[in-house]
């Protein structure tokens, strides 16, 4: 993947610009496997391990923040896919490298009809849709006197509209769009219900019983996400150490930036805190691989502190970031400077609801405390 990051960095401006990854980029991923890691090997997938899928992300973050959380999302929403049923499988999965989209955000209505759904209403933050194939659209059902019940519906795109209304300051050219559904009948097959899933039960006959596919898709998106993080504060890093020695601090003795000791200072301790952010990282990764592979359950403590975790290693690598960007000097806020984009990246995706680090960590702390953790997104 590093071979790639010349050419994606060179386009991460543009891309920006344009409000969505470009169609190089796009198709230069696709033509290296990122689509396939989740995929299952019977369509030509990968099923690649999960400390793998987090080292390339990361490189494709390092390169541009929005293009790498374009590519986990879609390479996250592959693994969903994959618990639909088997039905439904066939259809979206006509080739491995067939890209998928979604969001967990329930904007649409999902009313019975004619062996399925018609679905009604908007899904924002609809992360890559101008390129993807399909969308996993989330809606609420109402299904009588109860509460309603939450589903992923798989829409294929050309069934959707997308508003054109991603104009942001951070993670900028992952096109996150709204997209919208106007009466569009989904059949049965092509219905996941998130509850369910949540609890750990597929709908894939194939796929149930497949150790990788049994990796819960919250905790994997904890680890998709940390590798977006990651990958931006190591970028930032390696920005910083090249620029220090090409210019000075204005109005000081020093006219090379690398030999003050002010540097030393900013340098050393944001790069410690990329390093424990790595560490965290690594800990809940072989958390999520050790279950997979021994079938033990996780307890409830377990999966609130890898939400913490994702939380706290986002909020280390925006603290390293923030620090080398007031670091870097008054000429690093050129557009064409990366440091500038990286810590908006950062920024934006530590407000993500599944990521923000207060959040994440009250709801650790619930448990802790031995309360319920407040929300089934564990």
């Known amino acids: 993947m590093r071979e790639l990051q010349p050419l994606i960095r060179s386009h991460a401006l543009r891309a920006e610009r344009q409000g969505r990854v470009t169609g190089e980029v796009v198709e230069a991923l696709t033509g290296a496997g990122i689509y396939r890691m989740n995929v299952p090997r019977r369509f030509g997938g990968y099923q690649t391990s999960l400390r793998t899928q987090v080292d390339v992300l990361s490189e494709v973050s390092a390169a541009c923040g929005s293009t790498g959380f374009m590519a986990l999302i879609q390479a996250g929403c592959a693994f969903i896919a994959a618990l639909f049923p088997d039905e439904a499988q066939d259809e979206i999965f006509t080739g491995p490298d067939v890209r998928v989209g979604g969001t967990l955000i329930p904007g649409s209505r999902a009313v019975a009809a004619d062996g399925g ?62 997209v919208v559904a106007q009466d569009v009948h989904v059949p049965a097959h092509r219905v996941l ?42 970028a930032a890093l390696t920005q910083f150490g090249e620029r220090i020695h090409q210019r000075g601090i204005t109005y000081t003795v020093y006219e090379r930036q690398h030999e003050a000791p002010v540097t030393h200072l900013q340098f050393a301790e944001a790069t410690m805190k990329v390093a ?15 279950r997979a592979a021994d079938g033990e359950p996780y307890t409830m403590q377990e999966r609130a502190r890898i939400r913490a975790q994702c939380g706290y290693l986002t909020r280390l690598c925006k603290e390293a970031a923030d620090l080398i960007g007031s670091a870097s000097g008054a000429s690093s806020l050129h557009r064409e400077v990366p440091v500038q984009r990286i810590v908006r990246d950062l920024n934006a995706l530590s407000l993500h609801s599944f990521v923000n680090p207060a959040a994440n960590l009250e709801l650790y702390g619930r448990v802790l405390s031995g309360l319920d953790a407040g929300t089934p997104f564990l």
């Open 117 to 178: 759904y018609v679905v009604n209403g908007n899904s924002p933050f609809a992360t890559g849709c101008q390129d993807a194939d399909w969308h996993l659209l989330t809606a609420l059902a109402h299904t009588g006197d109860g509460p309603p019940q939450m589903l992923w519906l798989a829409i294929p795109m050309a069934e959707l509209k997308v508003l054109d209304d991603w104009n942001v300051s951070g993670l900028a050219a992952s096109g996150s769009n709204t």
């Open 193 to 234: 219900p998130v509850g369910p899933l949540l609890a750990g039960v597929s709908e894939s006959r194939r796929n149930s019983a497949d150790p990788f596919y049994r990796m819960p898709v919250l905790l994997l998106f904890c680890a998709w996400t940390a590798a977006n993080a990651l990958g931006l504060a190591r």
């Open 276 to 290: 424990s952010a790595e560490l965290i990282a690594a800990d809940f990764v072989g958390l999520i691989e050790a």
